[in-house]
C-alpha cells in the first residue's frame, strides 16, 4: 500500500529557530496536507496543497508541493513554544472525501 | 475552519462491555465521516470511512462485528466498540468531511479516550 516517510522522526530546538520537515512517497499524491497535533487532541490541519509546486502559507509556516507529486515539505519560521506538538503529514490522491495516508510524524520540542 | 465534536472526551469501561462515541460537526455537513485509531507515540490508523445513509467500508483487518459505525445523518456518527477488551484501549479520532468549500478537507475532533479495564 501507499506508503509516507516523513523526517526527522524527531527535533529538539531552540525558541527562535527555523525548522523544516518533509514528507515523501514512492507513489504520486494529488493533494498534501499538513497537520499539527497537540497531547490528547486531535489533528489540526495547518496547509494545504493541491498543485505541483505550490508554495502556500499560514503565518509562519510554509509548506511546498513538490514537483514530482512525490513529496511536500513544511517549514517553521521564528519558532515559539507553543509551535511543540506532532506534524503530521497527509496525501491523497483524489476528492476532499477520499481517505488520507499519514507519515509517522514529528515531535517537535521547542526549548524556551 | 470547520468544527468537528466528539463525546465523551474520554471514558473507562469494564471488560465485555460495549461503548458508544459521538461525532458531531457543528457547522457544516459532513457528507463522509472516518474513524480513526491511535496509540501512544504512533500515527493515526484509520479503522472506516462512511457515508452518510450508507454501510460504512472498513479498513482490512478492522472487525466490523467489533466496531459498529452509524452514520444517520450529515452532522452524526457514532463508532460502538462492542464487548470491549483491554486491548481496545486506544485513543479514538474522527474526521469529517463536506467535501465542498470550507470542509472540503477533513477536520478532526478531540479525540476520545478509552480505557478497558
Known amino acids: 500500500g501507499q506508503q509516507l516517510n516523513q523526517s526527522p522522526q524527531s527535533m529538539f530546538i531552540q525558541e527562535g529557530e527555523d525548522v523544516s520537515m518533509n514528507c515523501t512517497s514512492s507513489?504520486?499524491?494529488?493533494?498534501w496536507l499538513w497537520y499539527k497535533q497537540d497531547p490528547g487532541e486531535g489533528p489540526v490541519l495547518l496547509i494545504a496543497?493541491?498543485?505541483?509546486?505550490e508554495l502556500t502559507s499560514n503565518g509562519r509556516l510554509t509548506a511546498q508541493f513538490g514537483i514530482t507529486r512525490k513529496d511536500s515539505f513544511l517549514n517553521i519560521s521564528a519558532s515559539i513554544p507553543s509551535d511543540v506538538g506532532i506534524y503530521f503529514c497527509?496525501?491523497?490522491?483524489?476528492?476532499?472525501?477520499?481517505?488520507?495516508?499519514f507519515g509517522k510524524g514529528t515531535k517537535l520540542t521547542v526549548n524556551p | 475552519g470547520a468544527v468537528v465534536s466528539q463525546h465523551p472526551s474520554w471514558v473507562i469501561c469494564k471488560s465485555g462491555t460495549s461503548v458508544k462515541i459521538e461525532c458531531r460537526s457543528l457547522?457544516?455537513?459532513?457528507?463522509?465521516m472516518f474513524w480513526y485509531r491511535q496509540f501512544p507515540k504512533q500515527s493515526l490508523m484509520l479503522m472506516a470511512t462512511?457515508?452518510?445513509?450508507?454501510?460504512?467500508?472498513?479498513e482490512q483487518g478492522v472487525e466490523k462485528d467489533k466496531f459498529l459505525i452509524n452514520h444517520a445523518s450529515l452532522t452524526l456518527s457514532t463508532l460502538t466498540v462492542t464487548s470491549a477488551h483491554p486491548e481496545d484501549s486506544s485513543f479514538y479520532i474522527c474526521?469529517?468531511?463536506?467535501?465542498?468549500?470550507?470542509?472540503?478537507?477533513?477536520?478532526f475532533g478531540p479525540g476520545t479516550r478509552l480505557t478497558v479495564t
Open positions: 497527509a496525501g491523497r490522491t483524489q476528492g476532499g472525501s477520499e481517505k488520507l495516508v
Open positions: 457547522d457544516f455537513q459532513a457528507t463522509t
Open positions: 462512511s457515508n452518510e445513509g450508507s454501510k460504512a467500508t472498513y
Open positions: 507513489s504520486i499524491f494529488n493533494t
Open positions: 496543497l493541491y498543485k505541483a509546486g
Open positions: 474526521s469529517g468531511s463536506g467535501g465542498t468549500g470550507l470542509s472540503y478537507e477533513q477536520y
